[in-house]
DNA sequence: CCGTATCCCGTGCGATACTG
DNA sequence: CAGTATCGCACGGGATACGG
């Protein structure tokens, strides 16, 4: 994988691998200047199980791109937000969005599902 | 899909809808200011095998990223370019870029894979 | 509340061979 | 050259139930 160019890496397969996942740029999207608890994440995507939920977050949680962390409270009280990193990636969430929401508009459709950019 | 957004659409999954297939991003970023014949794209994308590759190249098609155009010749030549519309996708592409280049210089790896932006 | 454990099915996708 | 056709299977991922 990672463009078999040799021993070098092509930068955006490299991006691709971590913010590819099926539902990751989703959640990242919606941790954006938001900590989040997991059965709120499971409201905002509810097309993702709690199995592919954890899934995802570990993944991203494993590649650094967010934060765990883990109130030792009853009941169990656990927050996600983003990293350093993980905000960093916000020009590529960003610029998804604009041009999400200008093809949606161009086809009649309506572009919603959190509203962080007013246009 | 599409967030579930009752009526409404997420502008991030309907991106993700348009450029999330596995070759998608590779192939635009690949087409970015080039025309490019099917045995080229598979020389630059060899992990992609030929059914793949056309698989992804129909539905960017159907999608109308990319313009395909037949030459009818003996061989055959048919030629991929951007249409407008995924002209349009640049920026993200090159968010993802520039990101990946980040990554990967600040974990000590060479970046490379078709250097069209100089840094 | 925040997960894990199982089961199990569809299909994504690779390998290989063939064609106009 | 630019693809199709066929086979086959790993695995992504859904449904459901249970546990600390």
Tied chains: 1, 2.
Excluded at 77 to 82: F, G, N, R
Aim: charged share 20%.
């Amino acid at each position: 994988m990672d463009c078999n160019c040799s021993e070098y890496h092509c930068p955006v397969d490299t991006t691709l691998n971590m913010i590819g996942g099926k539902y990751k740029a989703l959640i990242l999207w919606h941790l954006i200047d938001n900590t989040l608890r997991f059965g709120e994440l499971r409201k905002l995507i509810p097309q993702a199980t709690p199995k592919m939920m954890t899934q995802q977050l570990r993944e991203l949680e494993e590649d650094h791109l967010i934060n765990r962390t883990v109130y030792p409270v009853v009941p169990p009280k656990v927050e996600y937000s983003l990293s350093e990193l993980g905000n960093s990636i916000r020009p590529i969430l960003e610029a998804m969005y604009y041009w999400g929401t200008d093809y949606l508009t161009q086809n009649g459709l309506k572009a919603s599902c959190s509203m962080k950019f007013p246009l």
